[in-house]
């Protein structure tokens, strides 16, 4: 087994064990496309790729990982190997960002109690645009009585 996929794999298993213990960690480290464009956040490209939402989701994603690996860099090399995993995640972040770079951004937990508050939270970040023109007079027929 390549070395290189043990060091993967034990960075992504650390990173996610504390993202599991800390849910601001986890956020931190998740990829936005709001936050990345809008808040100018462009390591959240990178950061992502080691943390994943439960031990469910770590475990096959290493498993698949620890299984295709060798298979990848017995065709090729180390090096390409490297480039196309992680290439492939940061164009999987850019495609996100293609279609989602303005959908507002946010976990359950970061949600407040109360809808006022929430709409506050909301506001601030949000841009509302006009469904059409408000006409300065609305011209309309005499009614005869």
């Known amino acids: 087994m390549p070395i290189i996929t043990y060091i993967i794999i034990g960075i992504t298993v650390l990173v996610s064990m504390q993202g599991f213990n800390s849910k601001d960690f986890a956020y ?3 990829f936005s ?7 100018n956040q462009k390591e ?13 989701h770590l475990f096959f994603n290493m498993f698949t990982l620890y299984m295709f690996a060798p298979v990848v860099i017995n065709y090729m090399d180390s090096f390409s ?6 290439g492939s995640l940061v ?3 850019l495609l996100t960002l293609l279609f989602h770079k303005d959908d507002l951004s946010f976990v359950n937990n970061k ?6 508050e929430y709409r ?3 506001e601030k970040h949000s841009k509302v645009r006009e469904l ?3 006409p300065d007079k609305i011209n309309s027929p005499q009614i005869e009585e």
């Open 132 to 134: 059409f023109a408000c």
């Open 44 to 56: 959240r490209f990178f950061t992502h790729m080691f943390v994943h939402s439960d031990w469910g």
């Open 111 to 116: 949600l407040p109690n109360v809808f006022t």
């Open 91 to 93: 164009c999987g972040s």
């Open 120 to 122: 506050k939270q909301v």
């Open 33 to 39: 496309p709001y936050l990345a464009k809008h808040y």
């Open 81 to 86: 190997f490297i480039v196309i995993y992680f």
């Open 28 to 30: 931190k480290m998740s």
